[in-house]
């Protein structure tokens, strides 16, 4: 990297804000522990498959006068899955730590992410080369991937890599199943006295690795702000044109607490939930109904614009799609065996599917615009499967409207016009540069994370808590990993997992959307965020997600 | 507004720089003329249809120690065309210096761009109104529009609006199209000794408005830099993740300034340049062969990602697709009135567009991917024209790209995967919070525009030069409109228009793209700019564009 940007250099400079707990230092830390933990359901099925690592305490770290020495060790750190705003500071911060415990400590980092450990692909960190990616965006400092860390042999050549470089922890920075296979992993070297340490660390844009110990996943902020930017400046271009309506694709998997966040930040006409969704078990038809409606009542107050905010996995969500997707899976085997359908044209294609399909699944299939059921034709995963996240739900619902606003239009019932843009953003955000308190939060769970190993903890998540308090009054410490898992289907076996954070409907989160969704849908209440600010004010510049802030406002209250 | 952003409340207290001329007060400035001026082409025609406003002097505004009073008089401004971060300060600036001169002077708003003057639908600014807009983005304080102000109809219609008014001045914020109106309007109203003055201001993301005695368009640092964020946020997650081509489709029109700027600001492996395709006369097949190139040498080196950047307007350069589509619009109104056409299926129809269009269109249109093909024969202009703009280029490319290497994977020659995300950036950056380049700029254009009002002058362009010093040295003054103006073919007619600025092949912006283009390529330079800061560094808050930077030191050198 010898061309560096003008803000890089800056974010270079930047100082990130520990807990004051750890801001004196490694050496000079007490581990307080709490009461033995267990998990949040399944405890029976959870205790036995995790016999060494289960139901140990929480701890949280304090400062004492005393100071204890630290033998000189080595440590391993992976970057596993999507990326997330921050994942360079986690590293930067056990870096930090393990340096300032013992400047005979090494720090290895696993190159392309947990194949990194079973291959033996590896670097060793030095000042120059982690100070280089302080404050910055990506992952690319290692690099990350997604092979899943659970089997046997991956867990043994683990060993023996770790054995080779004198490696006794490992630091995985992960969503909700690379911290399982943390807890496995962790599990399994206890097992096999292999003397090898485990902790995970919290990072999503998702935001749905959350729960009583956790209260944010890192990088959320800071993607969160950048999803906003964008979505607000598009809010004051209609709002400024007057002239389309833009349908904005959210990133952020099943869950859609990107999108609530991003729709709290800007305050759009529109918001779409898949949680509500598919709690309400509301159908296409009546999602359509609902943005229509908005659309015909906007148009006859003289206004043919606005913007609607929807969640990426939301077709995922919808009853008769999540039917229909599941038959044409079915399906899909035995027509790719049909040499009818596999020589036949995409109308031909489009013909079988509809005989073949339920009657049900099948008049939904029909009810589709031509571009998605090319979609549905088209794009498979490796296992054959549709690929829902490729699936352009943006402009299946803008087409969708267009024909209802046509067949309305035809009853006299809607005048307007209605010109569409649609837009999707996800890669936007996931490597921009972190927000104040993502950099500053990840630089504390990494610090964090060296703390607990130098604590002779395994199996826990690096856990830094009151977030929405000053930097210096955070609180740091561990939560054991199993404390955080239930038993689910994955794959037809029942599997112990981190249970994933849905949206909930009875939380503060959404009620503050639901509460004034008829007001923003009607009146334009639009919320220009702009862009992320790294320098001036603190109002500004140090502030985190109105999810968070909700979720403690009701906390206290 | 009852509801604000932090950033917004923090940027509303911003109070944008001067140049030193113009600080001192509008009742200090003495105007300095500088020798009679002609058009850059076709001085005859043009003199001959600005009788009264051609030849005029440049003027410089500097200060005197002597102050001189301003009676009471009253000023209209119009926001014409396309957003471009801003335009509100374009109007503070006009406001704040207009009340200094004297109090009484009043300021109206007509409303929904030049339909606004021409219908009579104004507001009046006063303090709080003008506040609540300071160093924002968008145009929603009065709205815009893109009715053309040109008929002998419009001019006595506005004419009639001002006398209601008793307004004197006239300003008009737009691209080179508005203001070959602005400079049209203003010989009007004085071949109609009307007593209204008209000054333009130069407007638009797109760059293209630019020239001897405008260094840059306002609006145009603001968006490319946003542009330069998303780009190089996704050059970071494609050098993290190690697995997509992403294909940008960056915003501009005709012209490439903007994804050349936002390109030198990010290094992208591929970045194509409209005005190279069309005067190297590059076929699709030889742009698919460079990309196609790219994809395969990089994948040779372990690279299966990368990132291009494509100018909007790309396709209507490409010798053979500008022939097909013009072909394609010629059949269009006579397929239209076929019913074997209009009633066919999508198949039928492009059965029948084969057939019709002349042997070498039509083979060019077979050569498109089925996604284009219906693109092309779905969404058409008022007009019947295919809309260049709704094609999905990026998409197109993609396609071909992959069939290139299909058939190349056939004979051996390349074994790589190409995995990619497509993605058109255009409504993201129109409206953002204008830098504070475009926020000094603007606010010194809007109050240099009063400042040549209130020297008597009309049909000029207000002029901010020596843009790459800080704001106290810029020069102020104003540009004769028709100094620009040459004779253009538009609709079939001869007509006196303000000349675009295309990319110079020869000029050193594209120089720095070409000599480095290569490197960029196959060696990752990303740069990542991040968010736009407001706040902090000079380094990081006060630098303009690439571009300006190199065409100042090309003027130095």
């Known amino acids: 990297m010898t061309n560096l940007s003008p803000l890089q250099i800056e974010r270079l400079k930047y100082e ?35 016999r060494n690592t289960y139901g140990k305490p929480t701890v949280t770290f304090k400062t004492s006068s005393e100071s204890h020495s630290c033998e000189a060790r ?91 470089l004198g490696i006794s922890a490992v630091v995985i920075i992960g969503g909700d199943d690379s911290n399982t296979n943390a807890a496995l992993l962790a599990e399994w070297f206890v097992a096999h006295n292999a003397g090898i ?31 906003a ?62 943005i229509s409606d908005i659309v015909v009542r906007r148009s006859n107050n003289g206004k043919n614009f606005g913007i609607a905010v929807i969640p990426e996995g939301l077709i995922e969500f919808v009853p008769e799609l999540k039917s229909m997707i599941a038959n044409l899976n079915d399906i899909m085997s035995t027509l790719e065996s049909n040499s009818a ?37 088209m794009d498979r995963d490796p296992h054959g499967n549709v690929q829902v996240s490729k699936i352009e739900t943006e402009k299946l619902l803008i087409s969708m409207v267009e024909e209802r606003l046509a067949s309305l239009k035809k009853e006299g019932k809607y005048s307007g016009k209605f010109s569409t843009q649609s837009h999707f953003f996800g890669y936007e955000g996931r490597c921009a540069f972190p927000s104040n308190f993502d950099a500053d939060y990840c630089y504390s769970l990494g610090f964090n994370a060296f703390a607990l190993i130098n604590f002779g903890l395994t199996g826990y998540l690096s856990s830094v808590r009151n977030l929405t308090a000053p930097a210096t009054e955070w609180i740091a410490g561990g939560v054991p990993l199993t404390m955080m898992m239930n038993m689910e289907r994955r794959h037809g076996e029942m599997k112990p ?29 639009y919320l220009f965020p702009g862009a992320i600010q790294y320098f001036g004010p603190s109002s500004v510049c140090d502030i985190t997600t109105v999810t968070l802030a909700l979720e403690k406002s009701l906390v206290k209250a």
Chains 1, 2 share one sequence.
Not at 16 to 43: F, M
Not at 237 to 252: C, E, L, T
Not at 343 to 359: P, R
């Open 74 to 164: 080595n440590v391993g750190v992976i970057l596993s899955g999507g990326q997330a705003p921050g994942g360079h500071n986690v590293i930067a911060g056990l870096y930090d730590a393990l340096k300032q415990a013992n400047p005979l400590n090494k720090l290895y980092g696993f190159l392309g992410g947990p194949s990194g450990i079973i291959e033996g692909k590896y670097v060793e960190f030095d000042d120059k080369f982690i100070d280089a990616y302080r404050n910055t965006g990506g992952f690319d400092i290692i690099g990350s991937g997604r092979t899943k860390l659970e089997t046997e042999e991956q867990f043994q050549s683990s060993w023996e890599v770790c054995k080779k």
């Open 229 to 290: 930017e964008l979505i607000g400046n598009i809010e004051r271009d209609a709002n400024s044109a007057k002239k389309y309506w833009h349908f904005v694709k959210i990133m952020g998997r099943s869950a859609s607490h990107v999108a609530l966040e991003a729709a709290l930040q800007t305050q759009p006409n529109i918001t779409l939930i898949s949680e509500e969704v598919e709690q309400k078990r509301m159908s296409l038809s009546s999602i359509i109904d609902y």
């Open 497 to 525: 997992v981190i249970k994933k954070a849905l949206v909930e409907l009875d939380g503060p989160v959404f009620k503050k959307l639901e509460t004034n969704r008829e007001d923003w849908a009607m009146n334009d209440r």
């Open 197 to 227: 340490q485990v902790i995970g660390c919290p990072k999503t844009i998702d935001g749905d690795l959350k729960n009583e110990q956790i209260e944010i996943s890192f990088g959320f902020d800071t993607a969160t702000k950048t999803y």
């Open 341 to 377: 359908y596999t020589n036949g044209t995409d109308a031909d294609k489009i013909a079988i599917i509809e005989n073949t399909l339920s009657s049900e699944n099948s008049s939904v299939f029909k009810s589709l615009p031509a571009l998605i059921k090319s979609q549905l034709l």
């Open 16 to 50: 990130p804000k520990l807990p004051s707990s750890l801001a004196n230092g490694i050496s000079h830390l007490v581990s307080v522990e709490g009461s033995a933990t267990q998990s949040v359901a399944n405890q029976d099925e959870i205790s036995a498959l995790f």
